[in-house]
């Protein structure tokens, strides 16, 4: 049985940090390219950022380029997501996504609120 299970959401000041986790299970981790994606409310889901299966190539979009990170160790099947100088705009539901070819499935989600 696939599983994406994120953690790590919660309720953080502007300019605070957190660190999102993903855990995989039931597939071979190490053949799919991960991502985040979030979604605010009202907007549609958009890519964050991703990581190759190999050769640990990653992609950010510009909103987040220089204050987010993607890694990801294979040996324990997990993807993280390091966010720093967090802002209210990065409000939204978070996902992690795994693809490769036209296989692709999702997390259930994890709430990231930025408010003082």
């Known amino acids: 049985q696939v599983q994406l299970m994120e953690s790590g959401g919660g309720l953080v000041q502007p300019g605070g940090s957190l660190r999102l986790s993903c855990a995989a299970s039931?597939?071979?981790?190490?053949?799919?390219?991960m991502s985040w994606y979030r979604q605010a409310p009202g907007k549609e889901r958009e890519l964050v950022a991703s990581?190759?299966?190999?050769?640990?190539?990653?992609n950010y979009s510009d909103s987040v380029k220089g204050r987010f990170t993607i890694s990801r160790d294979n040996a324990k099947n997990t993807v993280y997501l390091q966010m720093n100088s967090l802002k209210p705009e990065d409000t939204a539901v978070y996902y992690c996504?795994?693809?490769?070819?036209?296989?692709?499935?999702w997390g259930q989600g994890t709430q990231v609120t930025v408010s003082s």
């Open positions: 039931g597939f071979t981790f190490t053949s799919y390219g």
């Open positions: 990581i190759a299966s190999i050769g640990r190539i990653t």
């Open positions: 996504n795994a693809v490769w070819l036209y296989t692709s499935y």
